[in-house]
């Protein structure tokens, strides 16, 4: 396996330690765990998504692991405008604060509590919340607006898509259009399971979202289907969980990537993958970001 | 793998006090004393119990899905996901204090022989739970708070008229406030590494991935890294200050 | 876990031994292998795809295994007219022909070479056929009318939907309106993977569909989704692998369900679930359709 | 469990005959003989392969991928899947007859010492391939159509000069009209199945999914049923007869 060097300058506005970033809604919710994530060798961390009002979040099972993977519905449960005091001490740190609004204004709203995030990544693309993420993430225009709006903010700005869409890229242009600084792809993939003894879902909000291993074919697929269709840097997420796939997602088009329900096996798997994808002979990321475009 | 919930049927419902029933359950789950499983209670919700039992738990009914629960009957299904967590990890002379439903994990540590001196505390009487099983099993002091039966005070109240230090592991489980006079003893004595707490913060995936049941100031997890944690881990930060609600809030 | 009766009546117009189809595309090129699935226990058999012209399929790698199922990218090989020869033995068995062509009038023509077809099922969701399968299965007009068309030859139409769609409803629908016997849902999900060695994509085709139980979840979701979109029977499709996916592909809205990727583990799994789904004291297969409805 | 291609680096190319070469690499594949596996070149095609060696496969140049092949030279990469399907599994006294190309698999066999005598045969005394090899392990007879090498004639022709009851085991592989003839002559003495035909058809999944390989009358996959089949299983139905082409059209 190749190695590559650790990032020598800013991935898409912002000064990563490395090239893993933990993704949004895993270990997500207090400052202290987003610190101790930092500690243990991701990058930079991606907050919980929050939003313009406190939700408690669906009822449980909110998150069932699964062959291959996990499905959750946590309903996007955030503490809202709470979570400035959360992130303070973490100023100066590589935290991306994840937003979410069902309207352009509410993405501004939240957007203009975090004067001090390094980044903001705009979820447009949580499957399992009405009003909310995919729901309006579907839609090019809208995808375009939000993104105008927190790019009013001065802040690197990172556009995460959802996979379920018929065109993934149409999405993705539009959140260029919109000025963002990066795309984030993707979100977890509409599923759901059902207990066969009970008779019913087994999630509370009865579906939710796939990520984990199972959807790494799928995320790949995305990430290089938007590398041939925007000009920004894309984040590549979704089942990643070896340095080998951090690899395969840098050769289909990503500059850098998140991973989450890979936490579910380690929570060093930010160090344990670093291990094995670092090193000071290795080559600059750049030199393979994209080359399996043939 | 999948960890889909395991669905059981409940064969058995004891009624301990008014307020708290054991649900005996038809499947057994190796567990390690101080372990938990989630509860799905279908079309409610899922909530953290520690384990009664190889295939029963017992549950203080305080809001909605614990009285949802306790309107089941023998026949009636629920789902487990689990065994979670540590567990607790006793070694040499074993102290245990339990106060109100957080007896729980503290019984089955206690019922495998493995605690010497058990504290056990309530509001009164009728609320004191497994109080002649553990009778049997070790050397039981009681405190109830309005006097009713044993000593008439918090556990604490016994805790200072005993030799602590004589103690290799003090395993604790109950009211956070009740931890906090505990924990601050062990910490007066330096002993505080002694000292298994184990923990009740909001959880919800289980499996350490939603973050949901994070505690400051080190951001350990209290489904995975705990629900056990030593007293040096926690004395410093949230605990006996706040816990954060299911939006993150803090309360 | 509880078991079902063998079906006692026809499913969507065709006469199954059992729930289980074997899914169009495995094995399912020749008459002789075909009737070797049916030997082997399965309840009934949906041809390889049958176009408007003979096409060889993608160069190699055209099928890779990988975490939880398969990538493959086959590119719809298939024999054309030649095929009606290849089933002609198997006149009389329940034989679902799928077909496939790039405008409703080849949709139509295919359709008339086969008048010995239990019933038709119309491929409309291949993920990695330009010009056929899902890039004109995205499209509710184009769906409605290659149901119609092939409607006219008087046999049950099943159209089977790709799970690539903002919304899988609205093209479920489409099928339904244009008078539809059953939806078969789903089709792959678009995927690639890339050896990092030799910095390229794996299959010949570059991207192309995923398969087996990763997209389980994924296929669950789609057919619970339908079930309350549709009132024509659905068949479920996507990862099934036991006795109880089954179940539970019943429990979310299926009436019956077809299994490809399954094959790559047994040959045998159609008799191996059998054995597990079926008793004589089972209750009817109607009673647990769609009973996780809440 | 993934079963992505293994990257292999070519170590060394052999020139066995003018149309005929070895290719070497770098990583050992555990196999039995007659087990084979798909060969990605990278950018062309992906081709089946026996293998003929642990770290070897030898190719004739018959097409566009086996072209590109042959331009490969150490250094060069490829990629691996397999070892696929069941391979020969001979008891008592072995009998292997190979024509062309399909030497490869047999040679495997003799060269762990399972072949008693081994008919080698091929259209001309250049085209022979492993001979040198073959005699040392095995008592080789070889027969050239043209009749530059050994016997003038097919390996047919041999094999009416032995005494092919004598042998427990007749491993086959080569052109499909050679086999025929070796078929009919075990047929004809009514023991055929001892016969196992290592057979060609046309693949595409290697692992028994896509039905590209299958063949008439069973429905048997020559990729995971096979390749080596007994002749009792192929004497009727389509083995001599026609084998279906990349759209499954009868050629
Ligand atoms: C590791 C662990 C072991 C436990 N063991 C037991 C036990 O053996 N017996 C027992 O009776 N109780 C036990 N509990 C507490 C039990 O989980 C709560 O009493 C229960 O969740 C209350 O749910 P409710 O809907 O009835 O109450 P609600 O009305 O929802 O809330 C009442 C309080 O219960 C707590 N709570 C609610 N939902 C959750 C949740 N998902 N996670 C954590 N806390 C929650 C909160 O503190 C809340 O303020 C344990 C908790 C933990 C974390
Ligand atoms: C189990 C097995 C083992 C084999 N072992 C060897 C070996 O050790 N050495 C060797 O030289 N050859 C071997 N072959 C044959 C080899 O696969 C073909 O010669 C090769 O695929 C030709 O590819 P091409 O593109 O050069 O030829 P093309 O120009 O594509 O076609 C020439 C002929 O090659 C065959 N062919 C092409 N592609 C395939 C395919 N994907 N699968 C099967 N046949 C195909 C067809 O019969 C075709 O008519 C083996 C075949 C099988 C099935
Ligand atoms: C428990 C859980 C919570 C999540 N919460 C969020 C969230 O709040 N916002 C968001 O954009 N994505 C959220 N996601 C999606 C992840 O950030 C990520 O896109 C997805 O899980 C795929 O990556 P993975 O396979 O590495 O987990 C969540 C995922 C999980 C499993
Ligand atoms: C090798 C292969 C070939 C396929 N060919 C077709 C096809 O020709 N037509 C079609 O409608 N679906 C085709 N499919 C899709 C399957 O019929 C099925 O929808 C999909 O594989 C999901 O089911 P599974 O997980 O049980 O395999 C193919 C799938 C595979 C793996
Ligand atoms: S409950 Fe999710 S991390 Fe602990
Ligand atoms: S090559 Fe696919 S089944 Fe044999």
């Not at chain 2, 503290?106 to 009487?125: K, N, P, Q």
């Amino acid at each position: 396996m190749i190695q590559i060097k650790l990032p020598e300058e800013e991935i898409a506005g912002v000064p990563l330690r490395n090239h893993m970033l933990l993704a949004a809604g895993i270990l997500g919710t207090t400052g202290a765990s987003l610190k101790r994530m930092l500690n243990l060798g991701a990058g930079g961390v991606v907050t919980k998504s929050i939003g313009p009002k406190a939700i408690p979040g669906h009822h449980g099972p909110a998150l069932i692991p699964v062959d291959g993977g996990l499905i959750n519905a946590m309903g996007l449960p955030n503490p809202s405008k709470d979570f400035v005091e959360e992130i303070a001490p973490l100023k100066g740190e590589p935290v991306v604060v994840s937003i979410f609004g069902g309207t352009p204004e509410e993405f501004g709203t939240v957007a203009s509590w975090f004067p001090d995030a390094a980044a903001f990544e705009l979820n447009l693309s949580c499957p399992h919340a009405e009003g909310y993420g995919a729901s309006i993430g579907v839609n090019p225009r809208v995808v375009r607006e939000c993104t105008e709006i927190v790019k009013t903010y001065n802040k690197p700005v990172w556009v995460k898509l959802t996979p379920n869409v018929t065109d993934i890229k149409i999405i993705g242009k539009a959140a260029e259009e919109g000025g963002a600084d990066a795309i984030v792809a993707v979100n977890t993939v509409k599923a759901m399971r059902i207990s066969t003894e009970l008779r019913r879902p087994v999630l509370g909000n009865v579906f939710g979202g796939l990520s984990g291993k199972a959807i790494f074919p799928i995320a790949v697929r995305s990430v290089y289907d938007l590398y041939d269709a925007v000009d920004i840097p894309i984040i590549g997420c979704g089942g990643i969980s070896s340095a080998d796939n951090v690899l395969e997602m840098m050769m289909a088009g990503a500059s850098a990537v998140e991973i989450g329900s890979a936490i579910y096996d380690s929570v060093n798997v930010f160090s344990e993958i670093a291990a094995d994808l670092y090193s000071e002979d290795g080559i600059p990321a750049e030199e393979i970001v994209g080359c399996a475009h043939v | 793998m999948s960890e889909m919930p395991e669905i059981v049927t409940i064969t058995t419902v004891v009624n301990e006090t008014p307020t708290v029933k054991t649900f005996v359950f038809d499947k057994l789950f190796a567990f390690r004393p101080g372990q938990f499983c989630m509860v799905w209670i279908p079309g409610v919700d899922e909530i953290p119990m520690a384990f009664s039992a190889a295939n029963s738990i017992t549950v203080m009914k305080v809001g909605d899905a614990t009285e949802a629960l306790f309107s089941l009957k023998a026949g009636d299904k629920l789902g487990i996901r689990g065994p979670f967590g540590n567990g607790f990890s006793p070694s040499g002379k074993v102290l245990a204090i339990g106060g109100g439903i957080g007896v729980t994990p503290l019984f089955t540590l206690a019922a495998s022989g493995e605690v010497d001196t058990f504290i056990l505390g309530a509001r009164t009487r009728e609320e004191l739970v497994f109080a002649d099983d553990l009778a049997k099993v070790s050397d039981l002091k009681i405190a109830t708070d309005d006097g009713t039966f044993g000593f008439h005070g918090f556990v604490t109240g016994i805790l200072d008229q005993i030799d602590v230090v004589s103690y290799d592991t003090i395993c604790v489980c109950g009211p956070e406030m009740m931890m906090k006079g505990i924990l601050d003893r062990l910490v007066a004595k330096g002993i505080e590494s002694r000292g298994q707490f184990s923990m009740h913060r909001y959880m919800k995936c289980a499996v350490g991935v939603c973050g949901s049941c994070c505690m400051d100031e080190h951001g350990l997890r209290v489904c995975k890294d705990g629900p056990v944690f030593t007293g040096d881990l926690i004395k410093t930060g949230e605990f006996a200050h706040y816990h954060r609600g299911p939006s993150g809030r803090k309360e």
